[in-house]
C-alpha cells in the first residue's frame, strides 16, 4: 500500500482525528511498526524521532484534495519568548470519512491490520506530543526489533532534546511502549 | 596539487589534488552534457548550466559549511567528495531521466533498495563500481562516500551538508538557477546562513540548526525557494516540456518497443545497466533516440517536436477539489500506480476534443499532468525534516521565524491540467478552443475515473 492510503487508513482508524503535527507524525510511526508497514512509509531519523517526509507528503495531499480539515489550535504553551505555541490539528472530514471507508472495503487485509494496531495504540492511552516522540525516538534508538530499556534511558533522551518532563510522564512514554509490545522495561 | 577555477556563482572554487584527480573521470565529465534544467531553455534561454558546474558549486559550499561547523580534516575532505559525486547518477535531461526510471525500473528491487531516490541509488552504485573512481580515491573512500550519499556516515551532521533541508544542493542551485535563468527570485544572504550555522545535540548526534541570527537569511534562501519553485521549476511551458519528454520516452519503450531506450530505464543495479547508463548525456540521447532513430517512431516525433519547440498547448486547467470526491483521491494516482488509468483517460480525452474542435489528434500526445502547490511556510521543509533553530529546547524554523509563523499553512492545492498538440494563432482562438472543450474534459475526466473507482482490480 502507498503511503498516502496508509496515512488516509490510518487517520480513519484513529477516529478520524489527531491533534498536532508530531502526534501525527508519531502516530502514523506506531500504526506502521504495529502493522509491519513501517518499512514502505519512510522514516527517517531526526533530532525529535522518526520523520517521514512522505508522511507529511501525503497529509499535505489529503488536505488539499479536501478530505483533510487542519486547524490551528492553542496547545497551551508558550514558547521561550512567551508566544504562544500554535497546534495543528487535523481531522478528516465527512467526505474523507467517506472515502476513507471505501478505501478500507477495497484493502480489506491491510485495513484489518492498521484497525487492529489503532486498537493496541488506543488502549495504550493518549500521549501528547513530548512523551509519543519520547517513545518514538526510544523505539527507533532500540532497533526496532522489541528491544528492552529502562526508565533511565528514557530520561536521558528527555533531556537531550533539552525538554523539561517530568518522571512521571517519562515512565508513561516507557509503559506506552510495553503496553504496545515493542519494548520490554527492566 | 591544488587547482582554482572561475565559477560565475562562487568566484574562484578551489579543488585539492584528490578532486583534481576526479575531474577528469568520465563519470564526471559526462555531467558537462548533462543541463541542470532540462528543457528549461525554451522559456530562459539561459539556462543552459549543467551539473557539472552545479557539482563543482556544491562541494565548494559543502567544504564552506564543514568548515564552518568546525568538522575535522577526514569529515571535510569526504563530505567535498561526496558533494562533488552526489550528481554523478543524473540520467540525460536529469530529473526528466529520473521520472523514466521510477516507471521503468525492475520491480523486484525492494523498497529498501529505493529508498533515498533512484538517482541517489545510482550515484552511489556509480562511486562503489567505477574503475577510475575507484582507482584514484580506493575502495574505502569510495564505500564511505557511497554510504554518506545513501544512509549517512559519521555524525549526522555530514548528511546534513549533503542532504537536508539547508543542504550544499539547495544552496547552489537556487543561486545558480537564479542566475543563469535571469531571474532574481534565488538570492539570499547565504554567507550569514553560513555563519550561523551549528551543530548542537548529545555527542553522537549531533545535529545541524542554525542560531537565532541566522533566522532572517533562512527566511530568504525559503522564500528563494518558493519563488523559484513557482515562477521557474513550475513554470507552465517547462510542466509541458517535462511531460512530452517523458511522454516520449514511455512511447519508446511501450509502443515502439526501443530496446536500447528500455535498457536506458530499466535500473536493476546490475553492472550492465550501470555501463550502459554511463555512456548517455543530453547530447548523446537525443543522436540515438531522435535524429538517428528509424522514421515512425513515436519516441523520435515527440523528440523533435520539443527539440523544434512545436509544443503542446495546455487546453484544460482546473483545481482537483472540483471534481467529486472519491475522484479527488483517484487524480494524483493516476501520475503513478493507475498509469493504465491514465491512458484510458487520455484516450477518451483525444476523442472528445476531437469532436470538441473538429481537428484530427494524436491519441499518444494528449497528456494529464496532477501537481500539487504548498504553502510557501510548508516549503521550509522541502522533501526532508524541517529546519531546526538553535533555543531551549531547540524549534522548528517555521515557528521561530515570525515571518513564516504568521503564514497559513493551509494553503494547499492540486491541480489537473491536460495538454494537446493543438494549435492557436490568437489570444481569441485560445479562449474560444479552451472554452469548448472545458466541460466535456471534465466531464471525461470525471466518468472515466468514478468508473474505474467502481470496479476495483485488487
Known amino acids: ?57 501525503a497529509a499535505n495531499r489529503l488536505r488539499s484534495i479536501g478530505f483533510l480539515e487542519q486547524s490551528v489550535a492553542s496547545g497551551g504553551a508558550f514558547d521561550s519568548r512567551g508566544f504562544e505555541v500554535a497546534r495543528w490539528d487535523f481531522s478528516l472530514d465527512e467526505e474523507g470519512r467517506k472515502v476513507a471507508e471505501l478505501k478500507a472495503g477495497n484493502n480489506g487485509k491491510v485495513w484489518k ?29 532500540l532497533g526496532q526489533k522489541g528491544g528492552r530499556a529502562k526508565i533511565k534511558d528514557l ?29 520490554k522495561l527492566v | 596539487m ?27 565529465q559526462r555531467l558537462r552534457g548533462i543541463k541542470q534544467l532540462a528543457m528549461a531553455q525554451l522559456v530562459y534561454p539561459g539556462a543552459v548550466h549543467t551539473r557539472f558546474e552545479h557539482s563543482l558549486g556544491v562541494m565548494h559550499l559543502s567544504g564552506l559549511m564543514a568548515n564552518e561547523l568546525g568538522c575535522n580534516e577526514d569529515e571535510i575532505r ?54 577510475e573512481i575507484l582507482k584514484r580515491l580506493g575502495k574505502d573512500t569510495c564505500t564511505n562516500i557511497a554510504k554518506l550519499l545513501r544512509i549517512g556516515y559519521g555524525q549526522p551532521a555530514l548528511k546534513s551538508i549533503v542532504r537536508g533541508p539547508l543542504d550544499a544542493d539547495k544552496q547552489d ?12 527570485y534565488g538570492v539570499f544572504d547565504i554567507h550569514q546562513m553560513h555563519r550561523s550555522l551549528i551543530l548542537h545535540g548529545p555527542e553522537d548526534e549531533k545535529e545541524l540548526m542554525i542560531r537565532q541570527d541566522g533566522i532572517h537569511a533562512v527566511e530568504q534562501y525559503v522564500l ?32 515502439d518497443e526501443i530496446e536500447d531506450l528500455k535498457r536506458l530505464y530499466h535500473f536493476d543495479g546490475s553492472d550492465d545497466f550501470i555501463q550502459y547508463y554511463e555512456r548517455f548525456d543530453d547530447a548523446a540521447f537525443m543522436q540515438k533516440f531522435c535524429l538517428d532513430a528509424a522514421e515512425g517512431s513515436k519516441c523520435k516525433e515527440v523528440l523533435l517536436r520539443v527539440r523544434q519547440r ?39 480525452l483525444s476523442r472528445e476534443i476531437e469532436e470538441r474542435t473538429g481537428k484530427k489528434l494524436d491519441a499518444d500526445l494528449v497528456v494529464v499532468n496532477v501537481f500539487s502547490i504548498r504553502s510557501a511556510r510548508e516549503m521550509s521543509r522541502n522533501d526532508e525534516q524541517g529546519i531546526l533553530v538553535l533555543g531551549d529546547p531547540p524549534e522548528l524554523f517555521e515557528n521561530a521565524s515570525t515571518l513564516f509563523a504568521s503564514i497559513n499553512e493551509r494553503y494547499a492545492d492540486e491541480f489537473v491540467e491536460v495538454y494537446a498538440p493543438i494549435e492557436w494563432s490568437t489570444e481569441a482562438e485560445k479562449n474560444s478552443v479552451r472554452r469548448k472543450v472545458k466541460q466535456p474534459i471534465f466531464e471525461v475526466i470525471e466518468t472515466n475515473c468514478a468508473a474505474a473507482i467502481e470496479r476495483p482490480e485488487r
Open chain 2, 173 to 184: 542551485y537556487l543561486l545558480r538557477d537564479s542566475l543563469f535563468c535571469g531571474v532574481k
Open chain 2, 224 to 255: 528563494a525557494k518558493y519563488y523559484l519553485t513557482t515562477n521557474v521549476y513550475r513554470h507552465k511551458v517547462r510542466l509541458i516540456t517535462d511531460q512530452m519528454m517523458v511522454r516520449a520516452i514511455s512511447l519508446g519503450i511501450e509502443k
Open chain 2, 310 to 348: 512545436k509544443l503542446l498547448k495546455r487546453v484544460f486547467d482546473c483545481r482537483v477539489r472540483e471534481f467529486k470526491d472519491s475522484v479527488r483521491d483517484m487524480l494524483p494516482k493516476l501520475m503513478d500506480e493507475q498509469r493504465d488509468l491514465r491512458k484510458s483517460v487520455e484516450a477518451a
Open chain 1, 1 to 57: 500500500m502507498n503511503t498516502y492510503d496508509f496515512v488516509h487508513l490510518a487517520l480513519y482508524a484513529m477516529g478520524g482525528e489527531i491533534r498536532g503535527k508530531t502526534k501525527l507524525q508519531k502516530t502514523i510511526y506506531f500504526l506502521g511498526r504495529l502493522s509491519n508497514h513501517i518499512d514502505e512509509l519512510g522514516y527517517n531519523p531526526h533530532f525529535y524521532g522518526p520523520y517521514s517526509s512522505e508522511v507529511a507528503e
Open chain 2, 2 to 28: 591544488t587547482i582554482r577555477l572561475r565559477d560565475p556563482v562562487h568566484n574562484f572554487i578551489e579543488l585539492r589534488a584528490d578532486e583534481v584527480n576526479l575531474l577528469d573521470t568520465q563519470a564526471l
Open chain 1, 155 to 183: 530520561e536521558e533522551l528527555a533531556s537531550r532534546f533539552g525538554w523539561t518532563v517530568k518522571k512521571p510522564e517519562i515512565v508513561e512514554a516507557g509503559e506506552f511502549l510495553e503496553k504496545i509490545g515493542l519494548v
Open chain 1, 113 to 141: 491490520k492498521i484497525e487492529k494496531a489503532s486498537t493496541v495504540l488506543k488502549k495504550a492511552g493518549d500521549m501528547d506530543y513530548q512523551r509519543i516522540s519520547i517513545a518514538a525516538k526510544t523505539d527507533f534508538l
Open chain 2, 78 to 131: 569526504l563530505v567535498r567528495l561526496a558533494a562533488l559525486l552526489h550528481d554523478i547518477g543524473h540520467g540525460p535531461f536529469s530529473h526528466i531521466s529520473e521520472r523514466a526510471l521510477e516507471i521503468f525500473y525492475n520491480p523486484t528491487l525492494s523498497v529498501a533498495d529505493r529508498k533515498g531516490g533512484l538517482h541517489e541509488l545510482i550515484s552511489a552504485t556509480i562511486v562503489e563500481r567505477d574503475d
